[in-house]
């Protein structure tokens, strides 16, 4: 899709939106396009929203004049800013799962202090409550230890034994958004594949007379991906030797495939009184290529110009052949409430 400063000019391609509903929100909430604009920035620096949009007037008069769409960034801040839901802003519809649905307690946690009050835990556990299980595995169990690890973060205690948690998905799914939410509530070190792993697989392609943003030819499954998620995988078994729970964030396709794998990171895992849980971003091809389209990585070249070729590749329903929790991200729906939790997160902090 085309995009002119991070927005999707493609406006017709959205024939159910209705940009009319943003002006109107604007106005209830007394803002000029100046003060929207300047309030848009500072929500998206509170929950971390990158690349940062710039929200100046011009973008947002041609949000309001249907001359540009918002792209999942913008999405995501105009939600946040006039305290609605996506559907509420006519960006989508509303999925099945996303009905209203009784609060649900985690109990037995750690004593808060008194600045962490209802409204934040709440707004958090509405967060966790997209990690779903899918098979035999305890989902209330991880939903109280990240929770609890948030308290504990801000009240002290002693430590639990350390967990390594591994968030896999197609590129474009929102993992790295909900691994890093994780990781920011917790205080658990995030380990990002890429950032961790890219200039040796990059310098290796390149010895072997590659491109260094090479993600799918048989050049880089042979001699570069292996490699690639080994460094990924002894960098979080020297944590977890050293008791320090961790967040591992990578597609992980292959691996979750492979049960024999899991067994043995299990086994490893409890060798040095460690748990494993895997979390699976599930999200539909429109959205994965909005997302990707954005972050505008080199390493995703290939895909968008390849985009028939790429999603031919792309099963929406691939689900782990492990035991594994699964969080809903079709149309940016978990996403959505990791921003509010980290909105008002943010805003106790500051």
């Not at 896999?168 to 994780?182: H, R, T, V």
Request: glycine letters at 8%; one cysteine or more; proline letters at 6%.
């Amino acid at each position: 899709m085309e995009t002119i400063g991070g927005n999707s000019v493609a406006g017709k391609e959205h024939p159910g939106w209705e940009p009319r509903k943003l002006r109107a929100c604007r106005e209830a909430h007394g803002l000029t396009l100046e003060a929207a604009g300047e309030e848009l920035r500072k929500i998206a620096e509170t929950v971390r929203i990158r690349p940062a949009i710039q929200a100046n007037f011009q973008t947002l008069f041609n949000h309001e004049t249907r001359k540009a769409y918002p792209d999942p960034r913008y999405q995501r801040a105009y939600c946040l800013l006039y305290n609605a839901t996506p559907w509420d802003l006519g960006f989508r519809h509303r999925l099945p799962h996303e009905e209203q649905q009784p609060q649900q307690q985690i109990a037995q946690l750690t004593p808060q202090l008194d600045m962490v009050t209802g409204a934040h835990v709440q707004a958090v556990e509405s967060a966790l409550l997209q990690i779903d299980a899918a098979g035999e595995v305890d989902q209330h169990g991880l939903r109280h230890r990240i929770l609890d690890a948030w308290r504990r973060r801000h009240t002290g205690g002693d430590p639990h034994r350390p967990h390594l948690l591994l968030v896999g998905g197609y590129a474009g799914s929102g993992k790295s958004e909900l691994s890093g939410f994780i990781s920011y509530v917790t205080g658990w070190p995030r380990l990002d594949k890429d950032s961790l792993t890219r200039p040796l697989v990059e310098a290796l392609l390149v010895a072997h007379g590659g491109d260094p943003h090479d993600r799918h030819t048989p050049l880089y499954l042979e001699k570069a991906r292996d490699s690639e998620y080994q460094c990924l995988m002894e960098s979080a078994f020297e944590n977890v030797r050293a008791g320090i729970s961790t967040v591992l964030d990578a597609p992980f396709l292959r691996e979750f495939n492979d049960p024999a794998w899991m067994q043995r990171l299990v086994n490893k895992c409890r060798a040095y009184g460690a748990e494993v849980a895997v979390i699976w971003v599930k999200c539909d091809p429109d959205s994965m290529r909005e997302y990707i389209t954005v972050r505008s990585a080199a390493r995703d070249a290939w895909k968008l110009a390849n985009w028939d070729e790429y999603i031919k590749g792309v099963d929406p329903e691939f689900a782990p052949k492990v035991d594994h929790f699964v969080v809903d991200n079709r149309l940016g729906s978990a996403v959505s409430l990791t921003d509010q939790a980290k909105l008002a997160l943010g805003r106790m902090y500051a």
